[in-house]
């Protein structure tokens, strides 16, 4: 037994070492290469290009190491190709999803409706920050710092939104007031509060609606315009100026009023809950 080993390593030993060589060499040299085109070209291309471009090196690379070192031992590629041929549509009916995830993928990258880095909401569920896109599926980084993947199947055949896309963004504030109050008056204040914010454009100008009667309030839409990276403390600080020039300048925001009373001695607490408006006009 000892002895058929040795003559078969001496009648092969040169197949053994050139198949150690491809494998154990080319290998890790292909995953540097990887490596190299993604420093190389991230400030040229896109994320995702770059993506695709050094995965598809890496692998594709790495099937022609494969079967240079089976054609070293012996295997005939012709066989070999012919087989996995026949097992690729075997694999092809049963992984379906998967297919339809690739080209979809394809199409996302081509298109490029997105980026890393942009914030995404998709469908009414999910939103976040995209952390990589890959060919079978788009990685969500949420706000609370979760991992959402989403098949890239679902975003082509769905609605999404990207929230970062342009430089620029607007920001829709609901605002209620009194009846009572002046409408002139309001957007004047409203005006004043976006023209003394610092993250608040200048270019465009902010966008105030006087949008109609509602039951309890005149309603207004208050759109300031800002740079995509100042939304957390543009909504924190525009709300609050808002709430002390309102104060300030004696403009009431209503709010629904609820009324407890007794019918007679024996009988139940009865809840009222009256609109704003209705109460202050009967005040």
Same mark, same amino acid.
């Given at each position: ?9 001496? &009648?092969?030993? !040169?197949?053994? #070492? +050139?198949?150690?060589? @491809? *494998?154990? $060499?080319? %290998? ?95 469908? &009414?569920?999910? !939103?976040?920050? #995209? +952390?990589?896109?890959? @060919? *079978?599926? $788009?990685? %969500? ?143």
């Amino acid at each position: 037994m000892i002895e058929s080993i040795t003559t078969w390593l001496d &009648t092969h030993w !040169s197949t053994i #070492v +050139h198949c150690v060589l @491809l *494998l154990g $060499v080319g %290998l890790p040299l292909l995953r540097m290469l990887g490596y190299v085109i993604r420093k190389g070209l991230r400030k040229k291309l896109s994320a995702q290009a770059v993506m695709l471009l050094s995965k598809g090196v890496v692998y594709t690379g790495s099937v022609v190491i494969v079967l240079m070192a089976l054609q070293q031992v012996g295997f005939k590629l012709g066989t070999l190709l012919g087989a996995a041929g026949i097992a690729g549509v075997a694999i092809g009916f049963a992984a379906q999803t998967s297919l339809s995830n690739l080209i979809s993928g394809l199409f996302l990258i081509w298109e490029h409706p997105f980026k890393v880095g942009d914030v995404l909401h998709v469908g &009414t569920d999910h !939103s976040g920050t #995209v +952390h990589s896109i890959d @060919l *079978l599926s $788009v990685q %969500l980084r949420t706000f609370n710092n979760q991992l959402i993947r989403i098949p890239n199947a679902a975003l082509i055949t769905n609605a999404f939104t990207n929230v970062t896309r342009f430089p620029i963004r607007r920001m829709d504030i609901d605002i209620g007031v009194a009846y009572k109050e002046d409408v002139a008056h309001v957007i004047k204040v409203l005006e004043e509060v976006a023209d003394h914010n610092p993250y608040c454009l200048d270019e465009p100008a902010p966008v105030i609606i006087f949008k109609g009667f509602g039951d309890s309030a005149l309603e207004f839409m208050f759109g300031p315009w800002f740079e995509k990276a100042d939304y957390v403390v543009l909504r924190n600080s525009l709300l609050m100026e808002v709430k002390k020039r309102f104060d300030e300048e004696g403009i009431e925001i209503p709010f629904p009023h609820r009324t407890l009373y007794a019918g007679s001695a024996s009988g139940p607490f009865q809840v009222q809950v009256v609109p704003a408006q209705e109460t202050a006009s009967n005040t």
